[in-house]
């Protein structure tokens, strides 16, 4: 069952009634058994996950937020999603249940509302892997067809994806509050995600603390394994940690910390190696929408989220050392020369590290194997790599079957083997070099 969403407590600016667009045929393309269950509810059907059909206890929602894209601070909100509501998994946890691409909304400015099939698809997949990884993430509970054609570059497939998140409260929704409206906005996301704090008498700072150690640990594991999220928003930055808005993302394979796929990050800026400076930056303008909570004064205010911005570099590096110690068995005092070769021979980051847990060095490359020999003489633990990623070449070809043969075959079948992450895949899994010049694009 759907519940009425909790943001209706908030101000009517954070979230306007609106109901989703009835499509002409919506039909089911993929429908997540494995997390229907994970969540104790059975949502298959095509008129609710639409949006076709509404329970009269429930009041979908489009949720207005701001964010500062590439450095520039904008007025955004969901201009083509609709919050449904939210489900009570088993364990007593709430969930937003959202649509993506379901019609029109009071924030669409000159937008269609709609969505493709293509990026919604890659959205499912991707989160898929995240989840099998244990990294935190939205995860997809279906995507479906809608029936009708959508214009883009090109006419491609209507589709609408099902979110389930733990909330879409972003940096960009404190961005969007008001000094006023601030203190009451940051009750409501103490209680959602760190109910533990709201009795404390300094919450709102280590409300900020936690955010902020909550992101540097999943940015280092990001970093961990190779990903590049492409479009690092502030309005992409989810408080309960959540990975959020798979768009132009994807997985490095030849290791460069240059790497960028999305196609409007022309000038590098999200790259796959400034991502930790990036969310440091995106959360010192969260930080700034608490100063109001943080003292009485501004100067005061401002050295307590100084010291709390403090917790990243060391959050991040604690995550990202106990991860790579995870993968190299323990022997991280060599990780820096095995970066360095990787990035000279342009090897491929993921099999490299993949392939340490043989304990053979599987390069004839002599540098490789000098590296390998003192590598294995400092193994100390067990080592437990991850051996499979979306690669952006499979990706691609099962999104291009899906979406122009109506073939799912690819999809599940890469998704398949994505849920199992440490078993070695067949080869061609692994031996899947990236498209020429290959980018991705916004989930429009």
């Not at 002599?366 to 400092?378: G, P, Q, V, Y």
């Amino acid at each position: 069952m759907i519940l009425p969403a909790s943001y209706l407590s908030l101000p009517v600016k954070f979230r306007r009634e609106v109901r989703p667009e009835v499509y002409p045929s919506p039909r089911i393309a993929i429908y997540n058994d494995a997390l229907s269950m994970e969540l104790g509810v059975d949502l298959r059907d095509s008129s609710t996950l639409s949006g076709g059909i509404i329970q009269a206890s429930t009041t979908p929602l489009a949720l207005g937020y701001a964010g500062h894209q590439f450095g520039n601070y904008t007025v955004l909100g969901d201009g083509r999603a609709v919050l449904l509501g939210e489900i009570e998994s088993p364990d007593g946890r709430r969930w937003d249940i959202q649509l993506k691409g379901s019609g029109r909304t009071p924030f669409s400015r000159r937008g269609d509302g709609r969505a493709t099939l293509g990026p919604m698809l890659r959205e499912y997949i991707i989160s898929e892997a995240f989840a099998a990884l244990g990294i935190p993430t939205t995860r997809c509970l279906a995507v479906l067809t809608t029936g009708e054609s959508v214009f883009r570059l090109t006419k491609e497939p209507g589709a609408i994806l099902v979110r389930v998140a733990a909330s879409h409260l972003r940096i960009g929704t404190f961005e969007y509050a008001t000094d006023e409206e601030v203190g009451a906005l940051a009750d409501f996301t103490i209680k959602r995600h760190y109910a533990t704090l709201l009795t404390h008498a300094d919450k709102y700072y280590q409300f900020l603390e936690h955010v902020v150690a909550r992101q540097a640990t999943l940015v280092a594991q990001w970093m961990s394994i190779g990903f590049i999220h492409g479009v690092m928003n502030t309005d992409n930055v989810a408080l309960s940690g959540e990975t959020i808005d798979f768009g132009p993302c994807a997985f490095m394979n030849t290791y460069d910390p240059a790497t960028v796929y999305s196609s409007i990050d022309t000038q590098g800026r999200y790259a796959f190696g400034n991502q930790p400076s990036i969310m440091h930056w995106n959360l010192a303008r969260f930080a700034e929408t608490l100063l109001p909570l943080l003292a009485d004064s501004t100067e005061n205010a401002v050295k307590k989220a100084e010291e709390a911005l403090q917790i990243f570099p060391v959050a991040f590096n604690a995550e990202l050392e106990r991860s790579m110690a995870e993968k190299l068995g323990g022997g991280i005092s060599h990780l820096e020369e095995l970066y360095r070769w990787m990035h000279e021979t342009r090897a491929d980051y993921t099999n490299t590290l993949a392939d340490l847990s043989t304990c053979e060095p599987l390069s004839s490359d002599e540098r490789f194997r000098a590296w390998h020999s003192k590598w294995k003489d400092s193994v100390s633990q067990e080592i437990r790599n991850h051996q499979a990623i979306p690669r952006n070449r499979l990706v691609e070809e099962a999104i291009a079957a899906a979406v122009n043969n109506n073939d799912y075959s690819q999809v599940h079948q890469l998704v398949s083997v994505l849920r199992r992450p440490f078993e070695r895949p067949p080869e061609q899994y692994r031996d899947a070099p990236d498209i020429p010049h290959y980018r991705t694009f916004c989930g429009t």
